[in-house]
C-alpha cells in the first residue's frame, strides 16, 4: 500500500518474452552458412533456460538441423554462454562477453558493428563464435525481436493514477532496445545493459529514495531485485521458479492489468484496517468508561464489545467484494 516507485523488467515482463529470431547474419569471412551457424549457436543454447537461447533452438528445430552435443556448458550471467562442439569452443553472447579478450578476433569489429546497427532497428542481437587451437573468430550474429504487451502502457498510466510517481524499466537488454520499450510504455526512466547486481543496487536506490517500491519481472536474473524490493512481484505463467519462489506477490496469469487493483486493494484493506482499528479501540474504551463511570453492568460490557466484534469483521467482509476503479 505505501509503494510509490516500480520497477520493471523488460523481456517477458513489460514485452510478451516470446522472443522470436528473426535474423541469422554468418559473417561471409567466416565461411559457414546461415544453417551451420544456426545449428552450432543451437547446439550451445540448448542447454540454457535463457528466453533467447530457447527462440534460437526452436527455430533449428523447425528447420530440421540437427544439433551436435555440447558438452561443458558454462553460462556467464547477463552475458553469454559457451560449451565445446565438435572439438571447438563455441560462444554466444552480447558485445560486454566479448569485448573483454575478443578485440583481436577475427571478425570481431565487422560483428560489433552488425549488432550495433541491429540495436538501432529495435533488435536485440547477440554474437556466435568459435574458439579452436588458439584461434579466436567471429562466425556471425543472431537477431531477436519482442513486442510490448497488450495493455502495458495502460497499466503503467492507471498506476500513475494510483499514486505511483516513479516508473523504470531495469533490462540486461542493449539501450537502444530497452528505450524503444520504454517509449512505448511510457516509462520514466530506462536502465539498460544491467547486470543482476546492477538492478538490485538500482532497486536499493528506488527504495531509499521513495520509502517503498516494487519489482516486477520474471527470470532468474530478476530474482536478487525481486528480493531486494519493498514487495517482489513475479510472472506466474513466464516465470522462472526462482523468481517465483522469490517473490512476494505471483500475477497467475502474467496479466500486468492486475497491477492497479493489487495496489488499489492494498490501500482499500489499510484503510479498512485503520477503521476497524478505530471500531474495536473506541468500544473497548466506551465500554471501560461506562463501566466505571456510570457503572454499566457487566454483561451489556460484553454484549457491546462483542458487537464491535460483528461490526469490525462486517467491515472487513465488504473487501471481498472490492473492485478496482
Excluded: C
Excluded at 74 to 82: D, L, N, T
Excluded at 260 to 276: C, D, G, I, K, M
Amino acid at each position: 500500500a505505501r509503494v510509490r516507485a516500480i520497477a520493471f523488467d523488460k523481456t517477458g515482463t513489460l514485452t510478451e518474452g516470446r522472443t522470436r529470431l528473426v535474423q541469422v547474419g554468418a559473417r561471409p569471412g567466416a565461411g559457414l552458412s546461415e544453417d551451420e551457424l544456426l545449428r552450432l549457436a543451437a547446439a550451445v543454447q540448448q542447454r540454457s533456460e535463457h528466453h533467447l537461447a530457447r527462440a534460437t533452438v526452436a527455430v533449428a528445430r523447425e528447420r530440421g538441423l540437427t544439433m551436435p552435443e555440447a558438452e561443458g556448458f558454462q553460462a556467464v550471467v547477463g552475458k553469454g554462454v559457451r560449451a565445446v562442439v565438435e572439438g571447438a569452443t563455441v560462444h554466444v553472447g552480447n558485445l560486454r562477453y566479448f569485448e573483454a579478450v575478443w578485440q583481436a578476433a577475427d571478425g570481431f569489429d565487422e560483428g560489433r558493428a552488425a549488432v550495433e546497427t541491429l540495436a538501432r532497428q529495435g533488435q536485440t542481437a547477440v554474437l556466435v563464435a568459435r574458439e579452436r587451437d588458439g584461434r579466436r573468430e567471429i562466425l556471425g550474429w543472431l537477431a531477436f525481436a519482442d513486442r510490448l504487451r497488450p495493455g502495458a502502457a495502460e497499466t503503467i498510466r492507471r498506476l500513475r493514477e494510483l499514486g505511483v510517481v516513479h516508473v523504470a524499466l531495469l533490462t540486461g537488454d542493449n539501450r537502444h532496445v530497452a528505450e524503444a520499450i520504454g517509449r512505448e510504455a511510457g516509462v520514466d526512466a530506462v536502465h539498460a545493459e544491467l547486470l543482476p547486481a546492477q538492478k538490485v543496487a538500482h532497486v536499493k536506490a528506488l527504495v531509499d529514495r521513495y520509502g517503498a517500491a516494487a519489482m516486477v519481472g520474471d527470470g532468474v536474473n530478476d530474482a536478487p531485485a525481486l528480493a531486494a524490493a519493498t514487495v517482489g512481484i513475479a510472472m506466474g505463467g513466464a516465470g522462472t521458479d526462482v523468481a517465483l519462489e522469490t517473490a512476494d506477490v505471483v500475477l497467475m496469469r502474467d496479466d500486468l492489468g492486475q497491477l492497479p487493483y493489487v495496489l488499489a486493494l492494498s490501500r482499500a484493506t489499510r484503510r479498512t484496517l485503520l477503521v476497524n482499528f478505530a471500531i474495536a479501540f473506541g468500544m473497548m474504551g466506551l465500554m471501560i468508561g461506562a463501566i466505571l463511570l456510570q457503572g454499566l453492568p457487566l454483561p451489556l460490557a460484553v454484549v457491546g464489545h462483542e458487537g464491535s466484534t460483528v461490526l469490525v469483521s462486517l467491515n472487513g467482509l465488504r473487501l471481498l467484494r472490492f473492485r478496482a476503479s
